[in-house]
């Protein structure tokens, strides 16, 4: 395992939630990662959060087109 970044995603009804730079350790040859203790809690959560807000936001207007948000947290 080396020390780097990882992405996860997140499906529910359609909707998909990717989280992309997580700091990580990460295997070189596969897709295995291990997260500093309480990262993947906080990944959960604001990715169920996310997902809230696009079910919102569909259930506002059928027609929401594709759209990408950046969310930056720093520490």
Same mark, same amino acid.
Do not use: N, S
């Given at each position: 395992? &080396?020390?780097?970044?990882t992405?996860?995603? =997140? !499906? !529910?009804?359609? &909707?998909? &939630?990717?989280?992309?730079?997580?700091?990580?350790?990460?295997?070189?040859?596969? +897709? +295995?990662?291990a =997260?500093?203790?309480?990262?993947? +809690?906080?990944?959960? @959560?604001? /990715?169920?959060? $996310?997902?809230?807000? /696009? @079910?919102?936001a $569909? /259930? /506002? +207007?059928?027609? =929401?087109?594709?759209?990408?948000? $950046?969310? @930056?947290?720093?520490?």
């Amino acid at each position: 395992m &080396i020390w780097g970044e990882t992405e996860i995603t =997140f !499906e !529910e009804d359609g &909707i998909e &939630i990717v989280v992309r730079h997580i700091p990580a350790w990460v295997c070189p040859h596969g +897709d +295995d990662a291990a =997260f500093a203790p309480g990262v993947t +809690d906080e990944i959960i @959560k604001t /990715a169920r959060e $996310l997902i809230a807000v /696009a @079910k919102r936001a $569909l /259930a /506002a +207007d059928r027609a =929401f087109p594709h759209q990408e948000y $950046l969310v @930056k947290v720093v520490a």
